[in-house]
């Protein structure tokens, strides 16, 4: 593709897949992809793009990458009680490369709190009730690259309002490579035990955690940044216990410590299960006395799992100053949260303290980026396509679409960098997952791409700068 200008590079032109887009608003009218009910997700190293519309139920899967194709449109199968699509995001797969698969799934979650895994077929893999509330986002993050600690592994988070789900990327894995050996023999069965088949009772329950985070208020977003260290009291605990940052409305910014374990006594476990076996045993007793026709009637949802242990750490309230959304640096270690006033936070997650404040910038939106700031000074050993890490400097890419621009600042008290113009109707986008393989002995930095939903361009910021 010919470049746009000096700092971008037009990486494909998706008007080829206007009829997959189509499905799901493009061409309505203008500046579709403004509307909050519209998700999208770039897959690892941008090679699809997913676009779904909570109106329509309807997820589109386009390839950008060799983009020859039209991509496929999928409508999943939802019932009125399951709710409508309210996040997507994109997570690995590794099927092995005899399948011919390009290794990746994407999540889909619900307004109803359903979690929904698909193939870039289209096929279901798999589905699950989490937590009977609005999923407002899923974020898949890599720990490999932490150098803090014990990282710990990978993981996909869902984020409700007030609650946290996170799922371990090797129990993922598990339950993603054991579904997609069965989805090709599912493909050719008959109609209606396809139909079974995308009930969950066909799945097994992939194993999470679950935390309720709403001790300073409701969230409308959140994130769970990494490990930390136990209480003192518990130092010699084989526990393992996470720092979450939460935004919303009561308190811009709580930090939680979520426990591994279920903090659930051994009484109340005793009277939980006491409990339900009697509820069972009257319920079967009414049945056998009263003699009750069987009625056709869905099968009831599960309930959800028990909360485990939760410890509030710290709240910021600033009424009428609200939390909106929180963007995570590559290591987890800085947060960058906008809010309804304008301003812009940066936060050390590690520590608690804002080191950065920006104002002037409402309905923003930020992405953490990697960039070689003077590419005449990068080290020696350094070629255009053997960069290493310590060549990249971390930057922060703002979006502001009042002011019509898009600003690079670097880390953490740098200067801005770089401002270019942005139409209306764009959205900056990131992959979820880099995809670090040993077959590639560069470095491969973090990107941010930008999608115009009007004209179907979609570029990617040039990483050089200077």
């Known amino acids: 593709m010919a470049p746009r200008g000096h700092h971008l590079t037009e990486v494909a032109l998706l008007a080829s897949a206007s009829g997959c887009l189509a499905a799901a608003g493009a061409g309505e009218r203008e500046g579709w992809l403004d509307d909050p009910a519209v998700v999208a997700s770039l897959g690892p190293r941008a090679r699809d793009l997913a676009v779904a519309s909570a109106a329509r139920s309807v997820l589109a899967i386009v390839p950008i990458a060799g983009a020859g194709g039209g991509g496929i449109t999928v409508k999943p199968a939802l019932g009125p009680d399951e709710g409508r699509i309210s996040a997507v995001e994109w997570v690995p797969l590794d099927v092995g490369a005899a399948e011919g698969e390009e290794g990746v799934a994407l999540a889909v979650g619900t307004d109803a709190g359903w979690l929904l895994f698909y193939t870039l077929a289209g096929d279901l893999l798999h589905k699950q009730s989490i937590y009977p509330a609005k999923i407002l986002k899923l974020n898949f993050s890599e720990r490999k690259e932490n150098a803090w600690e014990d990282s710990g592994s990978d993981e996909l988070s869902v984020i409700f309002p007030g609650v946290i789900a996170r799922c371990d990327g090797a129990d993922l894995q598990i339950m993603l490579q ?181 104002k002037g910038y409402r309905d923003a939106s930020c992405l953490f980026v990697e960039m070689l700031l003077n590419k005449d000074k990068v080290s020696s050993s350094s070629t255009h396509l053997e960069y290493t890490k310590s060549d990249y400097c971390l930057c922060l890419a703002i979006h502001a679409p009042r002011k019509g621009i898009i600003e690079v600042w670097q880390m953490r008290t740098g200067p801005r960098i770089l401002a270019i113009p942005c139409p209306k109707g764009t959205r900056i986008l990131q992959p979820s997952t880099r995809f670090s393989s040993s077959l590639f002995s560069s470095y491969t930095p973090l990107e941010v791409y930008l999608f115009n939903g009007d004209s179907g361009q979609f570029s990617v910021l040039n990483r050089h700068i200077g």
């Open 178 to 358: 054991k579904s997609f050996q069965e989805v090709k023999p599912r493909m050719w069965k008959d109609k209606f035990e396809q139909e079974d088949a995308d009930d969950e009772s066909s799945f097994e329950r992939m194993p999470l955690q679950i935390w309720n985070v709403s001790k300073f208020g409701s969230c409308a977003d959140a994130a769970i940044v990494g490990l930390m260290p136990p209480p003192l009291l518990e130092l010699q605990s084989s526990q393992r216990h996470y720092c979450a940052i939460t935004v919303g409305e009561d308190a811009v910014v709580s930090a939680y410590r979520l426990s591994e374990d279920r903090g659930r006594s051994l009484v109340g476990a005793i009277l939980s299960r006491g409990v339900a076996a009697t509820f069972s045993t009257i319920s079967s007793l009414s049945k056998i006395l009263w003699r009750s026709e069987p009625s056709p009637t869905k099968k009831p949802r599960p309930k959800p799992q028990s909360f485990a242990k939760t410890s509030p750490l710290t709240c910021l309230k600033d009424s009428p100053r609200k939390g909106e959304r929180l963007t995570l640096s590559p290591s987890g270690t800085l947060a960058a949260i906008t809010d309804s006033l304008g301003r812009i936070l940066l936060l050390d997650t590690r520590a608690l303290v804002a080191v950065r404040l920006w």
